[in-house]
């Protein structure tokens, strides 16, 4: 059975940084492309980066560009969202997510979420 | 940025009927669309992936039809566990997702 959980969540002044981490298992972890998604309180979902399956390519959406970075170690089936310049506006349960389909990117299985809350 | 817009925001339907969802691309993305459903309080669940393939698990009544910048999903006889919020997604580029259907009991 596929699962991601993750952790790392929490309150944050702006401009303050914050380490995310989405500990997977079920399935080949570094055969898969690995995304975060988020979701305002209240609001629809966004895209913010996806990171192939050996973690040498990555992909970011414009508005967490130069702020958020992606990574992963496949030997720990872990996947992390390094946040660093955090803004109110990046309040949010923020999802890892499976990519099942190699450079398709929708997503297949989602953690439970982790609310990140941007605030003095 | 592909923007995905979808109709109607608010559907209000009785259980047992037919349930018709819309969502149309700014640009063509081909077949690379796909369709979720969240219920409140929970994580997305993907229904609908090369706008007409069901996920695995999700039943016949789901049907996903369309191509290029206008697409349906179809719920062929509600059930009480489809009253959500549902979401179109197009990965022809960078992700972008609808701004999401809320599916109401009538």
């Known amino acids: 059975e596929v699962q991601l959980l993750e952790s790392g969540g929490g309150l944050v002044q702006p401009g303050g940084s914050l380490r995310l981490s989405c500990a997977a298992s079920?399935?080949?972890?570094?055969?898969?492309?690995m995304t975060w998604v988020r979701q305002a309180p209240g609001k629809g979902l966004e895209w913010v980066s996806t990171?192939?399956?050996?973690?040498?390519?990555?992909y970011y959406a414009d508005s967490v560009k130069g702020r958020f970075t992606i990574s992963r170690d496949n030997s720990k089936n872990t996947l992390y969202l390094q946040m660093t310049r955090l803004r109110a506006e990046d309040t949010a349960i923020f999802y890892c997510?499976?990519?099942?389909?190699?450079?398709?990117?929708?997503?297949?299985?989602w953690g439970q979420g982790t609310l990140v809350t941007v605030s003095s | 940025e592909i923007v995905m817009t979808q109709s109607p925001a608010t559907l209000s339907v009785s259980p047992g009927e037919r349930a018709t969802l819309s969502c149309r691309a700014s640009q063509s993305v081909s077949s690379n669309l796909a369709w979720y459903q969240q219920k409140p309080g929970q994580v997305p669940r993907l229904l609908i992936y090369?706008?007409?393939t069901r996920a695995t698990g999700i039943p016949a009544r789901f049907s996903g039809s369309g191509s290029g910048t206008e697409f349906t999903l179809t719920i062929s006889s509600l059930q009480s566990e489809d009253f959500a919020v549902y979401y179109c997604?197009?990965?022809?580029?960078?992700?972008?997702f609808g701004q999401g259907t809320r599916l109401e009991i009538k």
């Open positions: 990171i192939g399956g050996s973690g040498g390519r990555v």
């Open positions: 079920g399935f080949t972890f570094s055969n898969y492309a």
């Open positions: 997604q197009q990965y022809d580029n960078w992700p972008t």
């Open positions: 997510a499976k990519v099942p389909d190699g450079d398709n990117f929708y997503f297949d299985y």
């Open positions: 090369g706008a007409s």
